[in-house]
């Protein structure tokens, strides 16, 4: 019904930059929030950042001041442009979408992407 597409994950060293894109698509009537998680070794999965259809995006304090979610509505895309970045930011990034497909009973569900690593080395 519903896929997200993953890409931009990498190994890069400490202080550097990554810019990460999912891109949504099939038989999809709305897209209420996009958003990035995170899962590192022997952690739970964690939340990220995440943009909302007309709000302001939420960012974990984590990140606040260093990542930011823009989105391209158009395109059903969401990108993670990190910066400044530290070795505990490593982890597999997950792409999270609340899409309400266009079928019947048109109830909103959750889609995941596929995961891509993210590595920074110190």
């Known amino acids: 019904q519903v896929q997200l597409v993953e890409s931009g994950g990498g190994l890069v060293q400490a202080g550097g930059s990554l810019r990460l894109s999912c891109a949504a698509s099939?038989?999809?009537?709305?897209?209420?929030?996009m958003g990035w998680y995170r899962q590192a070794p022997r952690n739970e999965r964690e939340l990220v950042a995440i943009?909302?259809?007309?709000?302001?995006?939420n960012y974990a304090d984590s990140v606040k001041g260093r990542f930011t979610i823009p989105r391209d509505n158009p395109k059903n895309t969401v990108y993670l442009q990190m910066d400044s970045l530290k070795p505990e930011d490593t982890a597999v990034y997950y792409c999270?979408?609340?899409?309400?497909?266009?079928?019947?009973?048109?109830?909103?569900?959750?889609?995941w992407g596929q995961g891509t690593q993210v590595t920074v080395s110190s």
């Open positions: 099939g038989n999809i009537f709305k897209i209420n929030a």
């Open positions: 999270n979408a609340k899409v309400i497909p266009r079928v019947v009973p048109f109830r909103e569900s959750d889609y």
């Open positions: 943009t909302t259809s007309g709000g302001s995006p």
